[in-house]
């Protein structure tokens, strides 16, 4: 199942500039998904380094893992939902991304609840190159009356 901007944004509630997934390019309903983000110069939160490069903050690449785990337990299941990323471990960073490219998003839910999901995820390069990992992503889950 592939998901365009547009579709993601009828999922999520979230609008620019914190909309941090572009598109979804696969799922396995219940199990992983991929997808992107693109990396803007005019994006509000871009950063600077002591050299003046500008480069899209890990804590942004995280969210982003966040929100691609809300879409597939949303897409997943039949209600709406609400999630709340509560508790991150096991980050590890390799390497900055600079502006005016792309990053993958892979995120695997590692177990699941009514109330909380857990999940793991990676960001690659556009050369497939291991950018950050999460271990655990645990998310509170609402379901929206």
């Given at each position: 199942?592939?998901?365009?901007?547009?579709d993601i944004r009828?999922?999520?509630?979230?609008?620019?500039?914190?909309?941090?997934?572009?598109?979804?390019?696969?799922?396995?309903?219940?199990?992983?998904?991929?997808?992107?983000?693109?990396?803007?110069?005019?994006?509000?939160?871009?950063?600077?380094?002591?050299?003046?490069?500008?480069?899209?903050?890990?804590?942004?690449?995280?969210?982003?893992?966040?929100?691609?785990?809300?879409?597939?337990?949303?897409?997943?299941?039949?209600?709406?939902?609400?999630?709340?990323?509560?508790?991150?471990?096991?980050?590890?960073?390799?390497?900055?991304?600079?502006?005016?490219?792309?990053?993958?998003?892979?995120?695997?839910?590692?177990?699941?609840?009514?109330?909380?999901?857990?999940?793991?995820?990676?960001?690659?390069?556009e050369d497939g190159?291991?950018?950050?990992?999460?271990?655990?992503?645990?998310?509170?889950?609402?379901?929206?009356?």
């Open positions: 199942m592939v998901f365009n901007f547009n009828k999922i999520l509630p979230h609008k620019y500039p914190f909309l941090l997934v572009d598109q979804v390019l696969c799922m396995e309903k219940g199990k992983a998904a991929v997808g992107i983000k693109n990396i803007v110069y005019d994006d509000p939160y871009i950063e600077y380094d002591l050299e003046e490069n500008q480069f899209y903050p890990f804590e942004l690449m995280i969210e982003s893992l966040g929100q691609l785990t809300a879409i597939l337990y949303s897409f997943s299941n039949n209600n709406k939902y609400e999630f709340v990323l509560g508790s991150i471990k096991g980050i590890h960073v390799f390497k900055k991304v600079q502006v005016n490219s792309q990053i993958q998003l892979k995120v695997k839910i590692d177990h699941i609840s009514d109330t909380y999901a857990i999940a793991s995820g990676t960001v690659l390069d190159v291991v950018i950050l990992e999460a271990d655990e992503l645990i998310c509170k889950i609402n379901i929206i009356k």
